[in-house]
Structures are given as C-alpha cells and as structure tokens.
C-alpha cells in the first residue's frame, strides 16, 4: 500500500494529520492507496499555487508548451507497467485493459503537442481604416473534476488540451481511484512542468470537490461523472455565471436495420455495453432491432454474449456501491416485465457482474430509461426507419448513438436526426483522442477531445485597431 499526499507547487503535500482515506482493490478487497482527505484549505492552497504560476506558463511559446506536453507523453510510456498495475488494482481492470488506458492517456498529450504551432486566431474585414482580429486566450485556473471508472484517461483528457491553451490546474479526482492522477502530477513535473501548472488535491466530492467549484479564482470546471452531481455543479455555477464542460450520464442507443451486416453487428452491440464492464457514459446499453430480423439478431447476440469472460474481457465493478445497484436493477426489470436472456447475476470473486441481456423492453421501462453503469442490455423493438429514430431519440440522455446498416444514404439520414453528440456507423466507440466528445440533453455541453477542446479551454477578444 501506498500512502499519497495532495499536490501542489510541484511536490507532494502530506497534511500535518487530518483524515485520511483508502481506496479498495475490487479484486480482493485489500487497500491499494491511502489518500488525504482534502478540504476548503488544501483547495485555497493548490489554487493559490496555479494562480502564482498561471502568467508564466500563458507567456511561454505554444510550441513550449507542446514539448513539455510531449515528454509528458514519454514520461507515461515509460511508467505504463507502473500506472497500469495502480489503474487495474484500484478501478478493477484487467491487465490488458489497464495497459490500453495508460497508452490512451499519453496519447492526449501526444496529440495536444503537435497542435501547439497551429495557427489560431482569425482576421476580420472591417473595410478601410480598420484592422480586426481575434485571438484565443486561456481562462487561467481550471478545475477538473474526475470519476473513478477511468481516471487517468479522464484527467489526461481535460489537462492535456487545457494546459496546451496556456491554462493552470487543479484536479480533484474521485476518491475510490485517485493513484494515477497523483502519479501523472509527479511524471509531468518530472517531464519539465512548471511547478503550480498542475496541482492535485484528493478527497471527497463535498470535502474538495465543492470548494474548487466555489473557488473565487477558478475561471472554468470541467466535470465528468453522475448527472446528480453534474446538476449540482451547474446550480453552483450558475450562481458565479463560471463556464463548464460538463460530460455526464447517457443511455446510448444502437440501431440495427435487417440490411446490417448481422454478425458484424452483434459482435459490435457486445462490445458496446461490456466495454469497461459496461461502466461508461456512452455505452450501447439500449439495442434497437429491427422487427423481421429480431429473432435471429438476438441469438447471434447471445452467442457473442457466451465468448465473454468477466474478469478477462472486462473486469470489476469499481465500487461495491455500484456493484449494488446494478444488481439493483435485475429485480427491477422483473417487476417491469423484461425477460432475462442472460446473465443476471454477480459471478465468481470480487464485484464481478454477469453480462446480462433483457428482451421483451419496452422504452418506458426502468433498464431503458435509467443509467444502470453496469454490464446490461435492454433489447427493444421497432418496424420502420422512423420508429426507430423516435424510440432513439425518447431519452432525456443524449451522449452517443450507433447505426448498423448497408445502406450509405440510410446511414447518413439517420445519423443526422438523432439527438447526439457523436454517432457511430456500423462500429461503437470509433472516436479516439481526434474527434470531439460530448453530449446533448441531459448527458452534458462543452466538448472534449479533438480540435474543439482547445476552443473549449480558450475564451476569444476580438481587437479593432484604427489605422
């Protein structure tokens, strides 16, 4: 077990006492870190820490910037049997699967520095006698606040692109899965990060999370986790009229036409809610069928559904809480009425769930319209093109949406009338570090990842100059 303090300034942080708290291995219940319970005065300090270090770090070249974002890069490759031991002990992933997040981590910071020298900022015709143009400025200290399903690409993915824009840091990240995210603050000043740029302060949502939301000098939030606590950010926010991104819950619908190419199909429905033990926003966790084909999609599904191992193809489920309510929801499909087709019920050591999949849903029901975050499928129905937009689209979520189909026009039409942020077509969860991420309704606004971060993490000033 490993015991961490808060960083701030460029160095650990151990406070003098004070509560401390654990995070607990999924696999076998034993403790993998112990954390610092933060507070209103550790957040003031590590605030104070990137302010101080803000006007350096905005006044350096962007292509700077982006060398030091670089050897960030390097610097996770180097560690990545380390940070991927730490991801897969605290978060309950498999080996491979812990590998795969340290190598998705880097790559932000790798994509990040080679934006560093594209030109931003445009000029305005004004007409004779005046010159215009913007320029894209940082808003100084950030907060990011993380979840526990993947926290090092999670903190990696808002740090890279808002340090690149000339920003500063503080990030709270969850207190089940804190390890990564200290570790990242030490491999990046390591790596030449100013002291202060980045600042981690661990502890609870109420305990840490909330002063940085409140802090007078935090110009911008950027959150990922439960629509609950996205909602009771934003109330806080609005009060100081503070920008946020915000990526929340979702309830991602996958449609498939009986022109799809079937087997590619059910493999790809499969991987959509078992990806991370189903424990991400925009998991497929709602399988639209077209009705002549429902039959025999629906075994094909659950012949894909067999060559699953839990604890191999995907792991735990990061909390026991979590791992409660998921089984929450078997009982409450029953009352509903689903039928069970597979799965339902924990399996084997730890909080290991079953891959679990409901036909006969309806979209009224609980499994179809509640974010379970755990390894379960909701299979529903429908008999024309547009039936299936209207099923897709009766969601107050709106982070993705997928398209099974052999015909390039439907594919396109379809894409482009359901109510989210991305859209996959015959594949899930394509986009990498180069496309935008973000969603609609309920599941959030502000976008992620690609170009569209840097905007996100920048605010404009347009200059007219008189000649």
């Known amino acids: 077990m490993k015991k961490y303090g808060h960083w701030i300034g460029g160095a650990e942080r151990v406070p003098d006492g004070g509560e401390r708290l654990s995070s607990t291995s999924p696999w076998t219940g034993s403790t993998v870190a112990e954390i610092a319970a933060g507070d209103r005065s550790d957040v003031e300090a590590a605030v104070e820490s990137a302010s101080a270090a803000f006007a350096a770090w905005k006044s350096l070249k962007p292509g700077a910037r982006g060398r030091v974002m670089a050897d960030i890069a390097d610097g996770l490759r180097a560690e990545r049997e380390l940070l991927a031991q730490l991801e897969g002990e605290e978060a309950g992933k498999p080996a491979a699967q812990s590998l795969r997040e340290i190598d998705a981590a880097a790559s932000y910071f790798d994509f990040y520095s080679g934006l560093a020298n594209i030109p931003s900022g445009e000029v305005i015709d004004l007409g004779p006698g005046r010159h215009g143009y913007t320029t894209h400025e940082p808003y100084g200290v950030i907060g990011v606040i993380t979840p526990w399903n993947a926290p090092l690409n999670q903190a990696a993915r808002a740090v890279a692109p808002a340090l690149l824009a000339g920003n500063v840091a503080v990030v709270k990240p969850s207190e089940f899965t804190s390890a990564t995210t200290l570790e990242l603050a030490r491999i990046a000043t390591a790596a030449g990060l100013p002291d202060g740029v980045l600042n981690v302060v661990t502890g609870t949502g109420?305990?840490?999370?909330?002063?940085?939301?409140?802090h007078r000098d935090v110009r911008k939030v950027a959150f990922t986790g439960s629509l609950r606590a996205g909602r009771e950010i934003g109330r806080i926010a609005a009060d100081r009229v503070l920008p946020l991104t915000l990526e929340l819950g979702g309830k991602s619908a996958n449609i498939v036409f009986a022109d799809a190419d079937l087997p590619e199909a059910a493999a790809g429905a499969v991987r959509a809610f078992t990806a991370n033990a189903g424990q991400i926003c925009s998991a497929g966790t709602r399988l639209l069928v077209a009705e002549e084909i429902h039959e025999k999609f629906v075994a094909l599904v659950l012949e894909e559904v067999e060559k699953v191992r839990p604890g191999e193809s995907y792991g735990q489920m990061t909390t026991q809480d979590q791992f409660e309510k998921v089984q929450s929801y078997f009982e409450v499909a029953r009352e509903d009425g689903a039928t069970l087709a597979a799965g339902g019920a924990a399996t084997g050591e730890g909080w290991l769930i079953e891959p679990t999949v409901y036909t006969d849903v309806t979209n009224t029901m609980a499994i179809a319209r509640e974010e379970v975050f755990g390894p379960v499928l909701a299979v529903l129905r429908f008999n024309t093109e547009d039936e299936a937009i209207s099923i897709a689209n009766d969601s107050e979520?709106?982070?993705?949406?997928g398209v099974w189909t052999g015909d390039v026009a439907r594919a396109h039409r379809v894409a482009s009338q359901l109510e989210a942020g991305?859209?996959?077509?015959?594949?899930?969860?394509?986009?990498?570090v180069e496309g935008p991420f973000g969603g609609v309704k309920s599941s959030g606004y502000g976008r992620e990842k690609g170009m569209e971060a840097l905007r996100h993490y920048t605010q404009t000033r347009f200059v007219v100059v008189k000649l």
């Not at 991305?422 to 990498?432: R, S, T």
């Open 206 to 214: 109420q305990g840490a999370g909330q002063p940085l939301v409140e």
């Open 397 to 401: 979520f709106g982070l993705a949406a």
């Open 422 to 432: 991305q859209v996959y077509v015959n594949d899930w969860l394509a986009g990498l």
